[in-house]
């Protein structure tokens, strides 16, 4: 530990490039995390905020929900079968505003259940981000594939799908304006909940995100860049304290001349990669989160704890793998050759 301390001291300049550039890059993974993040909600919370369970939708909808159409009959039954389950259907549409202004919805509908938001013929409840728009309680929407009008009766925090916000209504209203009678989706809430049904396919909530195109695209895109600067930060370590140790073949050849063991120079390595490594990572954390209070409302950045402690477990966990991979020369080195060699 001494010794690691005197090596870090005496060669702070490299020390600190090491460590601005696993800063910088650390940061930058965050900052994505907490993108990648905020988009998954803002594309799919209306899906990510139910409970675990299985999805179902008919087989012949090629894993596509806007294609499924579940029958009355095997609706019907499912409900039955199952008290807490639901049917429900959601469509891209427009509203229209009192001033003409058309704005984009997620239209939601779904049988009597705690899991969604139920409104009777005529209103509609929509999600908070269209009361930021100017929308108030009581206003009068429009829709042109609707004969009436939605009076809005209120608002729900963070529900969106397909990067829209979600407009609840009334499953007549639903019916009339896309001439359809079935159901697209069916949900049964509960982790056993997986069961069969004639001409339905199930789905876990994490596998019916992913047929949703917009969310595993986007999603998948992100999750590879993360993974591809948690990589390079890996190879930052090794190639820096492979350079290091290098230079240091006469120095290392002198300390196990004079009695140290391997694992005691492997210990002095660890000991400046973890140094390095939980500095970067306490002021990247610093900042990502301070950008996380300040990013503005409508951007959609959420970088939570969770994420935070498990990429830099992460940082940790690849920092040790490149050092000890770089010191693996370590071992072969012989104290005599070493000693003749030179130290550069």
Same mark, same amino acid.
């Given at each position: 530990?001494?010794?690691?301390?005197?090596? *870090?001291?005496?060669?702070?300049?490299?020390?600190?490039?090491?460590?601005?550039?696993?800063?910088?890059?650390?940061?930058?993974?965050? !900052?994505?995390?907490?993108? /990648?993040?905020?988009?998954? $909600?803002?594309?799919? /919370?209306?899906?990510?905020?139910?409970?675990?369970?299985?999805?179902?939708?008919?087989?012949?909808?090629?894993?596509?929900?806007?294609?499924?159409?579940?029958?009355?009959? %095997?609706?019907?039954?499912?409900?039955?079968?199952?008290?807490?389950?639901?049917?429900?259907?959601?469509?891209?549409?427009?509203?229209?505003?009192?001033?003409?202004?058309?704005?984009?919805?997620?239209?939601?509908?779904?049988?009597?259940?705690?899991?969604?938001?139920?409104?009777?013929?005529?209103?509609? #409840?929509?999600?908070?981000?269209?009361?930021?728009?100017? @929308?108030?309680?009581?206003? %009068?929407?429009?829709?042109?594939?609707?004969?009436?009008?939605? !009076?809005?009766?209120?608002?729900?925090?963070?529900?969106?799908?397909?990067?829209?916000?979600?407009?609840? *209504?009334?499953?007549?209203?639903? $019916? +009339?304006?896309?001439?359809? +009678?079935?159901?697209?989706?069916?949900?049964?809430?509960?982790?056993?909940?997986? $069961?069969?049904?004639?001409?339905?396919?199930?789905?876990?909530?994490?596998?019916?995100?992913?047929?949703?195109?917009?969310?595993?695209?986007?999603? &998948?895109?992100?999750?590879?860049?993360?993974?591809?600067?948690?990589?390079?930060?890996?190879?930052?370590?090794?190639?820096?304290?492979? &350079?290091?140790?290098?230079?240091? !073949?006469?120095?290392?050849?002198?300390?196990?001349?004079?009695? &140290?063991? %391997?694992?005691?120079?492997?210990?002095?390595?660890?000991? $400046?990669?973890?140094? *390095?490594?939980?500095?970067?990572? @306490?002021?990247?954390?610093?900042?990502?989160?301070?950008?996380?209070?300040? #990013?503005?409302?409508?951007?959609?950045?959420?970088?939570?704890?969770? %994420?935070?402690?498990?990429?830099?477990?992460?940082?940790?966990?690849?920092?040790? *793998?490149?050092?000890?991979?770089?010191?693996?020369?370590?071992?072969?080195?012989?104290?005599?050759?070493?000693?003749?060699?030179? +130290? #550069?």
């Amino acid at each position: 530990m001494n010794i690691a301390w005197k090596e *870090i001291k005496k060669n702070k300049v490299r020390f600190l490039i090491l460590g601005s550039i696993v800063f910088l890059v650390s940061l930058l993974t965050f !900052i994505i995390s907490g993108l /990648a993040n905020g988009l998954s $909600q803002d594309n799919a /919370a209306l899906i990510k905020d139910l409970p675990d369970g299985e999805f179902y939708m008919t087989e012949d909808s090629d894993q596509t929900y806007n294609l499924s159409r579940i029958t009355k009959s %095997t609706e019907d039954e499912l409900l039955k079968k199952n008290q807490d389950a639901v049917a429900f259907s959601i469509q891209m549409g427009f509203l229209d505003d009192s001033g003409g202004k058309q704005r984009s919805v997620a239209f939601v509908t779904s049988t009597d259940s705690k899991l969604f938001t139920n409104v009777e013929k005529g209103e509609i #409840v929509l999600d908070s981000s269209m009361e930021d728009e100017g @929308i108030k309680t009581g206003d %009068t929407l429009t829709n042109n594939q609707h004969s009436g009008k939605f !009076i809005v009766k209120g608002f729900v925090e963070q529900k969106k799908f397909s990067h829209s916000p979600v407009a609840y *209504i009334n499953m007549e209203d639903y $019916q +009339e304006m896309n001439h359809v +009678e079935e159901m697209q989706l069916a949900f049964i809430p509960g982790k056993d909940a997986l $069961q069969e049904f004639k001409g339905l396919q199930s789905f876990s909530k994490k596998d019916f995100l992913n047929t949703i195109p917009s969310y595993n695209a986007e999603q &998948m895109s992100l999750n590879m860049i993360v993974w591809f600067l948690v990589v390079i930060s890996g190879m930052l370590f090794a190639i820096f304290f492979y &350079m290091m140790n290098v230079q240091k !073949i006469g120095l290392y050849g002198i300390l196990k001349a004079i009695g &140290m063991k %391997t694992r005691e120079l492997f210990k002095m390595m660890w000991t $400046q990669m973890i140094f *390095i490594t939980v500095i970067a990572l @306490i002021l990247s954390i610093t900042l990502s989160q301070v950008f996380n209070v300040m #990013v503005p409302k409508g951007m959609p950045f959420n970088l939570t704890f969770e %994420t935070t402690v498990q990429l830099s477990l992460v940082f940790l966990i690849i920092g040790f *793998i490149g050092a000890t991979l770089s010191g693996l020369q370590i071992k072969k080195v012989e104290p005599l050759q070493a000693i003749q060699q030179g +130290e #550069v």
